[in-house]
T-cell receptor, first 114, second 118 residues
Framework: AQSVTQLGSHVSVSEGALVLLRCNYS??????LFWYVQYPNQGLQLLLK??????LVKGINGFEAEFKKSETSFHLTKPSAHMSDAAEYFC????????????FGTGTRLKVLA | DAGITQSPRHKVTETGTPVTLRCHQT?????MYWYRQDPGHGLRLIHY???????DKGEVSDGYSVSRSKTEDFLLTLESATSSQTSVYFC?????????????????FGQGTRLTVV
């Protein structure tokens, strides 16, 4: 069964500092991986997705993530945090064939300090 | 934005009453999903559909039923609402379509329905 683990339910960074949000997955087949962002009282918005075309994936708002099969990881990074990045971030996994469910991690709430 | 409309957006209901939430899409996507979001649990899958009249259970399906009689509509029913079903409910859609050069694999989400059971 597929699963996703996000380490750290809350992360705080200073404005301008590196953002690193961790995601590890377990999957018996090569997965599709996603990062979503949720702003208060809104739905989830796709930040980026991994579909095996490239291991380093660039997304919106300056975020990127690197797929590392050996570490079963898909960590989200941004070189310089902005106040507007404060939100909750979810990592999700979906199967490459036969399994069309999306399994989400428990989320990481990012706080950006001025 | 993907054409997904959830209704109602907010609802307060009493314990023991049936409640139906509606998800309507204009994207003609094959797959539709209902999730609930609770603090500390992220999003958990309740039920999903892979076509008209084709549905399956997710990880937290007890107390919920679904129906999909048309491609565009996916209904979630709480048969007899309980306080533990107080949550924010999200509908999602996907085409989950992948070829070598086309990777439409992501899910798109509605704005959510905040349900309170008193």
């Amino acid at each position: 069964a597929q699963s996703v683990t996000q380490l750290g339910s809350h992360v705080s960074v200073s404005e301008g500092a590196l953002v690193l949000l961790r995601c590890n997955y377990s999957s018996s087949v090569p997965p599709y991986l996603f990062w979503y962002v949720q702003y208060p009282n809104q739905g989830l918005q796709l930040l980026l997705k991994y579909t095996s075309a490239a291991t380093l994936v660039k997304g919106i708002n300056g975020f990127e993530a690197e797929f590392k099969k050996s570490e079963t990881s898909f960590h989200l990074t941004k070189p310089s945090a902005h106040m507007s990045d404060a939100a909750e971030y979810f990592c999700a996994v979906s199967g490459s064939s036969g399994t069309y469910k999306y399994i989400f991690g428990t989320g990481t709430r990012l706080k950006v300090l001025a | 934005d993907a054409g997904i409309t959830q209704s109602p957006r907010h609802k307060v209901t009493e314990t023991g009453t049936p409640v139906t939430l509606r998800c309507h899409q204009t994207e003609n996507h094959r797959y539709m999903y209902w999730y609930r979001q609770d603090p500390g649990h992220g999003l958990r899958l309740i039920h999903y559909s892979y076509g008209v009249k084709d549905t399956d259970k997710g990880e937290v399906s007890d107390g919920y039923s679904v129906s999909r009689s048309k491609t565009e509509d996916f209904l979630l029913t709480l048969e007899s609402a309980t306080s533990s079903q107080t949550s924010v409910y999200f509908c999602a859609i996907s085409s989950h379509f992948s070829l070598v050069q086309v990777m439409n694999t992501e899910a798109f989400f509605g704005q959510g329905t905040r349900l309170t059971v008193v």
